[in-house]
């Protein structure tokens, strides 16, 4: 799929290609608890025309305590089956917010074994600053389709993965989250029993990686943030954040400039702090 880099899009490629019966464009955006934003009402408010919405939180292990982790092979089949995504569409995702909801769909699809997926770069609020279109209402009802999940899952790292490389050297450890999370010394948007990182964990906050429009670095730079912040861009790196999504910002960006095998823990600092393991702060 071409784009800027590969796993982004531009806003002009898709305006063009919005009838393309083999894409599929699909809204992810998710808001942090304590927003008080309803993101399928925006959606149903103002869409990308022919958009459909992603909805990350139903869409994820409702059996787990934890916040949107990923779901069964079988539950999502099902769900994008229903949404009119099979093997062989072209996924292109957005979110109205700092790309993380797109980055955590994106990374999702990619777990579950598609490999023409791609984020929008810049999101709705790129979109509309274009004053390009935007409809209302409910999306349209697509014909189901047949999606094969084949699990990739050296993407995705879990508690007993991260305990048992602590301290190893062979994983680099990245956290998305703002320094003062990063450090302990800022709450984090849900209640958790301890504050702080995971022991040996380079910070190198999401945001930093968005230019002020929103769209992602150019990879030069990207490489500089992370160079800057000690992690080796052509190395392994598990990235992390408070629930596993702007986590995926990361991934998303290691991937534009060629490290597309970044994995995500996916229970995160919600996860961390409730198990028996060590912490760092400051």
Known sequence: MPGLVHWLVETDWLATRLDAPDIVVLDATLHLPGAER??????????????????????????????????????????????????????????????????RAWWMFRVMGAKDVAVLNGG?????A??????SGEPRRRTERHFTARVNSGLVRDLSDMTRMLGNGAMQIVDARAAGRFAGTEPEPRAV???????????????????????????????????KNGVDTMKPVVASCGSGVTACVIALSLATIGNETAAVYDGSWAEWSEADTPVETG
């Open 38 to 103: 309803d993101a399928a009402a925006e959606f149903r408010d103002a869409h990308i025309p022919g958009a459909l919405l992603f909805d990350i939180e139903e869409i994820s292990n409702s059996a787990s305590p934890l916040p949107h982790m990923l779901p069964s092979p079988e539950k999502f089949s099902s769900r994008v089956r229903k949404m009119g995504i099979g093997d062989g569409t072209r996924i292109v995702i957005y979110d109205a917010t700092n790309m993380s909801g797109a980055a």
């Open 124 to 128: 709705l609020t790129k979109w509309r």
């Open 130 to 135: 274009e004053n390009r279109p935007v409809q």
């Open 193 to 227: 029993p301890r504050l702080g990182h995971i022991p040996g964990a380079k910070n190198v906050p999401f945001a930093n990686l968005l230019a002020e429009d929103g769209t992602m670095r150019p990879p030069e730079e990207i490489r500089a943030i992370f160079a």
